[in-house]
């Protein structure tokens, strides 16, 4: 499959343009264009039209979503459990004291087809991920760098990013990406 090539060396590859990544995010930040939400969406939007993430779901298999409030109640319910027994049961506070998960692979993704077992009430951040749609992206920057390192997708709409609005060198006009 082509996707586990890919997987095979993603982490290795984003960490080579980390660097990179963020020095270019950090000269975007000191004169945002007006057109980068717009720009991001239409990435977004190109990529995830050719992106088939259930053949890949290393998101859920390497990673946490955080769980809101929202997210616990609206679970829990679906369960037909008490808010706390589905902490107890699913749920620690990390470092940064966020409710996510108490191991990976995700509990709820169902490793046979990758789909997740509780889609229609999943969190709110794995409905939104890997946010690179999202308004005002420029203040999720370090995020995207990290998402770069787990889904292919992001790492590919960030390096078609940086030619869709060069930074550097001789030329500042916006290329088309392909």
């Known amino acids: 499959m082509e996707i586990d090539k890919r997987l095979l060396t993603l982490a290795k590859d984003a960490k080579e343009v980390e660097k990179e990544t963020r020095k270019y995010f950090q000269r975007l930040k000191r004169r945002v264009p007006k057109t980068l939400d717009i720009t991001m969406r239409d990435l977004h939007e ?3 039209a050719k992106t088939d ?4 779901a290393n998101c859920c298999k390497t990673s946490s979503p955080i769980f809101t409030e929202k997210d616990i109640q609206r679970i829990s319910k679906h369960f037909k459990m008490k808010e706390i027994q589905f902490m107890d049961q699913f749920l620690e506070r990390d470092s940064d004291d966020f409710y996510v998960l108490q191991s990976v692979p995700c509990h709820f993704l169902d490793e046979v087809d990758n789909s997740c077992t509780i889609y229609d009430v999943r969190p709110k951040a794995c409905s939104e991920y890997p946010h690179t749609n999202r308004k005002k992206f420029i203040q ?3 995020l995207t760098v990290k998402n770069a390192e787990i889904c292919p997708a992001t790492f590919s709409i960030i390096e078609k990013l940086k030619k869709a609005i060069p930074l550097g060198g001789k030329s500042s006009k916006e290329t088309k990406f392909k």
């Open 46 to 48: 190109e990529e995830f």
């Open 53 to 56: 993430c259930l053949s890949c």
């Open 140 to 142: 999720i920057t370090d």
